[in-house]
């Protein structure tokens, strides 16, 4: 389910998953990769019975798998002109905002295997 509410998106966020639930800032509802990229996490959360949520808090390399699952996709919903810029941008969002202790570099060669 999608809620287009600034209310549940994290602070800082465009969007936040919370289980089933997406919440997308109203303001970057017309991003075309933002609620494909959230769905990836809900598909997340079924595909580990709920487990995600632990999962994804209490286990850094998951959560590198699970948001470089995500930006994959998200990647694709952009013009192709565009990936490149966008996954320098998404490597370095991964090196500095999810507590994954890896480099740029390394959220670069994440995105590209």
Known sequence: MII?????????????TRGPFIFVDPAFASDPGLVPHEEVHVAQFWRTFGLHVLLYRFN?????????????????????????????DYAAYLASHYSLNITQEQAMQALAS
Not at 9 to 15: L, M
Not at 60 to 76: G, I, P, T
């Open 60 to 88: 850094a390399s998951y959560r590198l798998k699970a948001e470089v699952e995500a930006y994959k996709v998200q990647l694709q919903c952009y013009p192709a002109g565009e990936r490149d810029a966008r996954q320098v």
């Open 4 to 16: 287009y509410r600034k209310w549940g998106v994290s602070p800082g966020a465009k969007a936040t």
